[in-house]
């Protein structure tokens, strides 16, 4: 069974700086895809990027940013000029290819402060 | 694109009574749509996956009989709570996956509902 781990409960970061969540992943599996979620106050649930496994180029949406390193299942989302909309929890996700399934990860608390 | 939308936002009811949900892709067909249940400061727990017109298919734990499913169409799917009690108590919010193109493969969130049972 897939696995994902969220390493940093919570993080915090300035307004205007850089920040990266971590996320790992366990699978046999060679064929899947990656997903980063934002669930902010609201708690709406809000897709932030996605990445196809078979893509080795890391995908970027605006501001938010993937580190892709299949070999070592790692799957860390940058978010850069951090803005105070960003506060939410953020939670990496696997689905393998033909699955209908999403595994999601505990959940990264990230706060931006002013 | 891809919007999911979810009704009610909020219900408050009575223990004993039942209680609908309902989830609508807005902008897309959807072959499939999932349901999941998040406790406070927790990840999501996904309940059931139901595809439109057959019966849905329930994580393990997840009593049936007690949360019904129906996918009557390509935009539609219901949660029915029955006889709820407090402890059933929670957000439960439903996802949507489309059919084809391009938005095919991820999921798309409602933006969940807030059931209290008294």
């Known amino acids: 069974a897939q696995t994902v781990t969220q390493s940093q409960p919570e993080m915090s970061v300035q307004e205007a700086e850089t920040v990266t969540l971590s996320c790992t992943y366990d699978t046999s599996e060679s064929n899947y895809y990656l997903f980063w979620y934002k669930q902010p106050p609201s708690r709406q649930m809000i897709l932030v990027i996605r990445q196809e496994a078979y893509k080795q180029q890391n995908a970027t949406e605006n501001r938010f940013s993937v580190n892709f390193q299949k070999a070592a299942k790692s799957f860390s989302l940058k978010i850069s000029d951090s803005q105070l909309g960003d506060t939410a929890m953020y939670f990496c996700a696997f689905m393998k290819r033909g699955s209908e399934k999403l595994v999601f990860g505990k959940g990264t608390k990230l706060t931006v402060n002013p | 694109g891809a919007v999911v939308s979810q009704h009610p936002s909020w219900v408050i009811c009575k223990s004993g009574t039942s209680v609908k949900i309902e989830c609508r892709s807005l902008?897309?067909?959807?072959?499939?749509m999932f349901w999941y249940r998040q406790f406070p400061k927790q990840s999501l727990m996904l309940m059931a996956t139901s595809n439109e017109g057959s019966k849905a298919t329930y994580e393990q734990g997840v009593e049936k009989d007690k949360f019904l499913i129906n996918h009557a169409s390509l935009t539609l799917s219901t949660l029915t709570v029955t006889s709820a009690h407090p402890e059933d108590s929670s957000f439960y919010i439903c996802?949507?996956?489309?059919?084809?193109?391009?938005?095919?493969?991820?999921?798309?969130f409602g933006p969940g509902t807030r059931l209290l049972v008294l």
């Open positions: 996802s949507a996956r489309a059919s084809s193109g391009s938005l095919e493969e991820t999921q798309y």
């Open positions: 902008d897309f067909q959807a072959t499939t």
